[in-house]
């Protein structure tokens, strides 16, 4: 591959290279700002100031982030040596892993496919940037990224199926996908075939457990927010709610007001309220309705996909809207009685990207997250764990493999080598390692080189002594041999 | 074949599905019950020492000091140095927010990932199933353990001892060949461990994939050593040959194949000659202190190598295939297409190419895969950064072959076709562990997060883009507050 021959050049692993790249990509981002947010508006009725706070907002610190904190994400790590390795270097060298495949999704298609790809320069690999097709018209205004890129090292490879399947057949160092969890495991099955590792950010149900106990008008006000971004469309949005049925209807009403309130009484024609992505979506999204009683909203128009913000009442585990990941504004709330209940409702399902639990009790927050598993939590709000970009940001189980955002992308596209740098002297001390064994070098090896001395607060005491003893025996097997 | 110990006619599904349980029971969860096994573990191997030794001097005639060593103590000191650390590593980790986020609690929680496999092999059969069991165990997990069949008084000793100390709850040993393995890995795990061959780790992998589970692969290679420059040719010489020969080459870290110009050849092969009979005597097949292969099959698969080869046999050679001896040997004047180029070796066969420059060398070594060890032999700082900046491996070791993989804190593991993932101390642990993101918010200062709010204006963005931005250093501490 021509790329792999760009990357061994070694261009993309000096540092001024690799700063220079990501200062080209914040200036993308600045100068095609136009382009990109008339490119949302038309791929998801995305509002302009919606796409400059949920798409560049975070873009653009993730990239200040990498090149204020490079140098030292690019350091050697030292780590700690034994008594063996005291005069030696030891420690873990960050390296580039090569070519890198990121494969971007369609919801916010500029940051799932440009925030992976801000690390994996900064980690210096070259990349094939692959934006889903879906979100069409952003497509085309990334085809513009090798204006600003190096054309050689980043090329942008756009197209439908097919031309993923193509890409998929090459051997790449790593693949990053971004989507759903039944094209994840055709991306990691062809990754198998060369051996090659995979970060998979993938979706599922997100549980919203709302506790009796808890302040509901700030509770439903974000739960709003958080669910009906982007239509719904975000990988980490609430996708169902599960609370006792006596807040069911203080719920229902509280979330009612919010939506007033975000959208106005006629979302269809408000800036800030979006579109479901395509036909396709829009018709799955309305066949969940069925068997199912609204609360709220319901209306909608299939020329425009637009559904209204829409929340569900009563709903049963084994209706329709349970059955798969919404990706839409469809807000199923599913009675249950109390904490332990919701954990086991939790429990019997895949591991989720995300778990909201609502509560002004400690002792149910702490229940919540020692009892379940999923790929973050957040207690009292939706969505902004992932705004910190130092708590790692993936799935477990079903919702993915890998985690990334601030250094952990850098780490995540990054080799970890170890390196051990020794010299050729203290020849005497290796010698106890050589055949001929005996038993007293065996004895003495056992005792000296690789027991670990495991006596807690003594330890330094006990290794000063032991380092005393070594000298002692290294000059006694001088005068010995 | 079926497992041992008191569930004798389960089968696979039946233990896979009491060990879910029992992790679902959350038995494995607290500190207390993993520092139990932990310990039980150490007692395994302090009480069994000498049944040990016998199992793997009948699998490999392994000589003792290498089976103490190598084996006994490499995992005694990795337990050790576990169940020391385990109650710091189990801490949340307390993470950077951003203004906006300054009252809550943002942490980084290491949890269990559930019921994990972990497939052992045959050249180290006690240390590579029961070190990544040691993280398991650790993180909180259940495990199965599929020993190599191949090292198969390792595999039944295994098979008894295990359920005497650990959980039978928690921690079964399923034995078998291909057959069995391949049924095993059509059920669900949380995560998959595997080391071996490259060939194998595919169908793991794709196995995988179909569940969607994560796996580490410690797979192996053709580890490189380059001996340039300035040096000390006998202490080289001695550390060369006793990291190829220990385990008679059977180690996924020996040093495959070296590199060297014409002139220093001269120089090494003597030393080489030296080294070998201080350490083995003038017949290695009397000495107690060298290994056997371990089965026949592997035997002939050497020698037919060696006869296969267009190179000139310069020491040992011969071997005898009812003891599996396999003497040490030297072949010389081969290039790269050569039959003993093709695959690992995996034995006590030293190929040595001669190379006109450094350069040559690098470019020799970055036209293969990416080993799991790459060794480099000089005195010279500049010869060694050279070749550590341009080339790519799992592990680096200047002046010294296999140590660094003793070392506790650095990750052990392949790049590329030699492996993903690492493991050893507190990388074993993080390995099994999901590194789950939280994040606790208050119910007050509801006024900054309207800022988030629809409808969008241009001043809330504005004043969010500040409190959400990176720190930067020249700031003082301030609150939107």
């Not at chain 1, 990109?36 to 038309?42: E, F, M, N, V």
């Not at chain 1, 199923?332 to 019997?348: D, H, L, R, S």
């Not at chain 1, 992308?409 to 106890?432: A, V, W």
């Not at chain 2, 165990?137 to 353990?145: E, Q, S, T, Y």
């Amino acid at each position: 591959m021509e790329l792999m021959k760009a990357f061994q050049t070694g261009r993309s692993k000096p540092i001024d290279f690799r700063v220079q790249q990501l200062k080209n990509l914040q200036r993308f981002i600045t100068e095609k700002q136009k382009d990109i947010t008339d490119a949302l508006k038309k791929d998801l009725h995305k509002s302009e100031n919606g796409t400059l706070l949920y798409e560049l907002l975070g873009l653009e610190g993730e990239i200040n982030m990498a090149i204020a904190n490079l140098s030292v994400w690019m350091a050697p790590r030292p780590v700690a040596k034994n008594l063996l390795t005291i005069s030696d270097e030891v420690y873990i060298q960050p390296e580039p892993l090569g070519v890198v495949l990121i494969i971007g999704a369609w919801n916010y298609p500029i940051t799932v496919t440009l925030q992976p790809l801000v690390g994996a320069i900064a980690a210096g690999n070259a990349v094939v940037v692959k934006p889903s097709e879906v979100s069409c018209h952003t497509a085309k205004v990334l085809e513009l990224l090798p204006l600003y890129l190096d054309p050689e090292m980043y090329p942008v490879v756009t197209g439908g199926v097919p031309e993923t399947q193509e890409l998929l057949k090459q051997r790449f160092d790593h693949i990053f996908y971004t989507g759903n969890s039944m094209v994840g495991k055709l991306v990691m099955e062809a990754a198998a075939r060369h051996l090659t590792p995979v970060t998979l950010e993938l979706g599922g149900k997100n549980p919203c457990y709302i506790d009796k106990d808890c302040d509901l008008e700030i509770a439903c006000r974000r739960i709003t927010w958080g669910k009906y971004i982007n239509c719904g469309q975000t990988c980490i949005s609430p996708d169902y709610i599960l609370c006792e049925p006596s807040i069911q209807d203080k719920v229902v009403e509280e979330i009612r007001k919010s939506i007033k309130e975000f959208y106005t009484d006629d979302p269809k024609t408000f800036i800030d309220y979006g579109r479901i992505i395509n036909q396709r979506h829009f018709k799955r999204i309305i066949a969940l309705f069925e068997g199912s009683t609204v609360a709220i909203g319901g209306e909608n128009d299939e020329s425009q996909c637009y559904i209204a913000p829409t929340v569900l009442r009563d709903v049963t585990p084994e209706s329709k809207v349970m059955q798969e990941e919404i990706f839409g504004p469809v807000l199923p709330i599913v009675p249950i009685k109390g904490v332990n209940e919701a954990i086991q409702f939790i429990n019997e399902r895949e591991k989720p990207l995300a778990l909201y639990v609502f509560s002004s009790s400690n002792k149910v927050i702490k229940q919540m997250i020692s009892e379940t598993s999923s790929g973050a939590l957040l207690a009292n709000d939706c969505l902004i764990h992932y705004t910190i970009s130092d708590l790692p940001f993936g799935g477990v189980g079903n919702s993915g493999m890998g985690c990334y955002h601030g250094k952990s992308t850098f780490d995540q596209l990054s080799h970890l080598r170890s390196c051990l740098i020794k010299r050729l002297g203290m020849e005497q001390l290796n010698g106890m390692r050589y055949p001929p064994h005996t038993a007293e070098k065996l004895r003495l090896a056992r005792l000296l080189l690789l027991k670990q001395v495991s006596l807690g607060r003594v330890r330094h005491l006990v290794q000063a002594t032991t380092l005393i003893m070594l000298a002692a025996f290294v000059l006694a097997l001088y005068y010995v041999s | 074949m079926s497992s041992f110990g008191v569930f004798e006619m389960e089968s696979q599904r039946q233990i896979i599905e009491r060990l879910r349980a029992a992790f679902q029971s959350g038995v494995t969860a607290p500190l207390q019950f993993r520092l139990t096994q932990l310990k039980s573990l150490l007692s395994l191997l302090e009480d069994n020492e000498p049944q040990i030794l016998e199992a793997l001097q009948k699998d490999l005639a392994k000589p003792k000091f290498e089976a103490v060593l190598s084996e006994i103590d490499m995992v005694v000191n990795d337990l050790c140095y576990t169940i020391n650390s385990l109650p710091t590593w189990i801490q949340p980790s307390y993470v950077g927010k951003n203004l906006a986020t300054k009252l809550d609690d943002c942490f980084v929680r290491r949890e269990p990932l559930g019921v994990v496999l972990i497939i052992g092999a045959w050249n180290y059969p006690l240390q590579l199933i029961l070190a990544p069991l040691i993280g398991a165990i650790a993180a909180g997990n259940c495990a199965i353990l599929k020993p190599s069949e191949i090292s198969r008084a390792t595999e039944r000793l295994l098979a008894q001892l295990i359920p005497k100390y650990l959980s039978q709850e928690c921690f079964a040993v399923i034995c078998g060949g291909a057959e069995e393995t391949k049924s095993l890995l059509e059920n669900r795990f949380d995560h998959i461990f595997y080391t071996g061959s490259q060939a194998v780790a595919r169908s793991i992998l794709q196995a995988a994939a179909v569940h969607l589970t994560p796996v580490t692969l410690e797979l192996g290679g053709k580890c490189p050593c380059l001996i340039y420059g300035r040096l000390d040719m006998l202490a080289a010489a001695k550390r060369l040959v006793w990291s190829k020969f220990f385990n008679a080459g059977q180690s996924c870290v020996a040093p495959d194949y070296v590199l060297c110009t014409p002139e220093m050849r001269e120089e090494l092969l003597p030393a080489i000659a030296k080294a070998l009979s201080i350490f083995y005597g003038s017949q290695p097949k009397q000495s107690e202190d060298f290994s056997r292969i371990v089965t026949d099959r592997h035997w002939d698969r050497l020698m037919a190598l060696l006869g296969k080869t267009q190179g000139r046999v310069v020491m040992g050679g011969e071997g005898s295939k009812e003891d599996k001896y396999f003497a040490p040997t030297v072949v010389v004047d081969l290039d790269g297409s050569d039959a003993l180029m093709q695959e690992e070796i995996f034995g006590p066969i030293m190929p040595i190419l001669t190379i006109e420059s450094l350069e040559q060398g690098i470019t020799f070594i970055n036209q293969r895969e990416k080993p799991l060890a790459l060794y480099v032999f000089s005195d010279e700082s500049q010869v060694v950064n050279m070749v550590l900046e341009r080339t790519s491996s799992g592990g680096f070791c200047s002046n010294d072959g296999i140590v660094h993989m003793t070392l506790p804190g650095l990750p052990f593991g392949g790049v590329g076709a030699s492996g993903m993932g690492s493991y050893h101390g507190r990388w074993t642990f993080e390995t099994f562990s999901h590194r789950r993101g939280c994040m606790l918010r208050g119910w007050g200062l509801e006024r900054i997060s309207m800022l988030r709010y629809p409808p969008y204006t241009e001043s809330n963005l504005s004043w969010l883009r500040w409190a959400t931005s990176a720190k930067k250093k020249s700031w003082g501490v301030c609150s939107v507050m």
